[in-house]
């Protein structure tokens, strides 16, 4: 410290205090002027007691951290409420498996063209694509419903090795659903809509519960090639679900067998003009085509079936036939009309009254079954059996003659 005080203050000359005018000069004050330079005295006094300040708190200091490192290392804890326990357990409520396939929690929080970010409580926030959003294929997360302020569950499906982000998907989870849907409407054996969105040589695609199926041509009923099916919805039952080997396979002949089951002779049903030809119309009724003949489209002549109908109408129509072997059915709305000519006049009335002409006409067919039964048994009495006057068969009584019926009591059908 000493030989710093004489680098700072060596070669300071203090100059001699100019004499006053006033003063007279005499021999006493010059022998006392060495005493003068009293003041560089008086400044390196004050530099020392400058250092000594500073070296006390150096000094302070020091005692201060010194006392804080003891205390960090002897009781490291006291005096902090937050305890080793509880950094532990905020660990383990934050804390998740990050591995692929592992189903989070999260809140979307941002959306744009290409995805959302979704905040999982992670270290950084995780991103969904919009290829990932849906099982079906969107331009927008927000066509799926996803905005921000939606807490879902998704699946990790990768990492960003940039930032370490992860990248999570809903369609992975979709896609289970669907297959677990599959399996089910497999096992109730029911009878789905799938819209065909591609074709091979061996068959066609159809889009059923988000799945894309496959439906060989052996299993669909109408004779068509796959371009003429694109776009079109067709009714199919499951052949075969398999989501390890992710093989879908549909039939839609099984679906048009059930269908057809369905139908019976003089039953109403809703039809969809889908194409009309010179010889008639074909309309779908539930995935089956009929044939709507023009000599069946009104008890009047039709010359031409455009002033009548038009590809896209809804119309009921009556089921005249139905082929199951050929596939085949044939249709009447002539049978629904209240008067003739009804169907070119005022169609509107027509489907109006069309169940209750359709009850008429079972009526009919009702009573020429029997009397063609009554027929039958008149020629062949010894089997014993006879019709009661509603056409039931049954056995012969009594009262009833052998050798055949009186029919005269048999009820004509109302018209």
């Not at 297959?179 to 074709?199: H, P, T």
């Not at 992710?246 to 039939?251: C, I």
């Not at 709305?333 to 209240?338: G, Q, S, V």
């Amino acid at each position: 410290m000493a030989s710093f005080v004489n680098h700072q203050f060596a070669g300071l000359r203090c100059p001699p205090l100019s004499p006053s005018p006033l003063s007279k000069p005499s021999s006493a004050a010059s022998s006392k002027a060495p005493a003068r330079p009293s003041f560089c005295s008086a400044a390196v006094i004050a530099g020392t007691y400058a250092l000594t300040s500073a070296q006390k708190e150096r000094q302070k200091l020091k005692e201060v951290f010194e006392e804080a490192y003891d205390r960090c290392r002897t009781a490291p804890m006291e005096g902090v409420a937050f305890t080793v326990e509880d950094f532990h357990t905020a660990l383990e409520k934050y804390d998740f498996d990050s591995e692929i396939g592992t189903k989070v929690k999260g809140a979307v929080f941002m959306t744009d063209m290409n995805g959302a970010l979704v905040d999982i409580t992670a270290k950084s926030s995780a991103y969904l694509p919009v290829q990932e959003a849906c099982i079906h294929k969107i331009k927008h997360v927000s066509e799926a419903g996803i905005y921000p302020g939606l807490v879902e569950e998704f699946v990790i499906i990768g990492e960003h090795n940039a930032d370490d982000s992860l990248i999570l998907s809903l369609r992975s989870i979709q896609y289970d659903l669907a297959w677990e849907r599959c399996r089910q409407l497999q096992a109730e054996d029911v009878i789905v809509k799938g819209k065909v969105v591609g074709g091979n040589k061996g068959g066609v695609v159809a889009i059923v519960e988000g799945l894309r199926g496959f439906v060989p041509f052996s299993q669909i009923s109408a004779k068509s090639a796959a371009e003429e099916l694109i776009d079109k919805e067709l009714p199919l039952k499951f052949v075969e679900v398999d989501e390890e080997q992710s093989r879908l396979v549909l039939s839609n002949r099984k679906a048009m067998a059930d269908s057809q089951a369905q139908l019976g002779i003089g039953s109403v049903v809703l039809g969809t003009v889908q194409s009309l030809k010179p010889y008639g119309a074909f309309v779908d009724i539930g995935g089956i085509n009929g044939l709507l003949h023009v000599s069946q489209i009104s008890h009047d002549r039709v010359s031409d079936i455009s002033t009548v109908l038009q590809p896209g109408d809804t119309l009921k129509v009556m089921i005249l036939s139905h082929d199951r072997e050929r596939g085949r059915v044939s249709l009447s709305t002539k049978k629904l009309e209240p008067t003739p000519g009804d169907m070119i006049r005022n169609p509107k009335l027509v489907f109006e009254k069309a169940d209750e002409m359709a009850q008429i006409f079972r009526q009919r067919i009702a009573q020429a079954e029997a009397m063609a039964r009554a027929d039958m048994l008149r020629f062949q009495p010894e089997s014993g059996l006879t019709l009661n006057s509603e056409g039931i068969l049954g056995t012969l009584t009594s009262d009833l003659p052998a050798e055949g019926l009186d029919l005269s009591e048999i009820p004509p059908a109302v018209d």
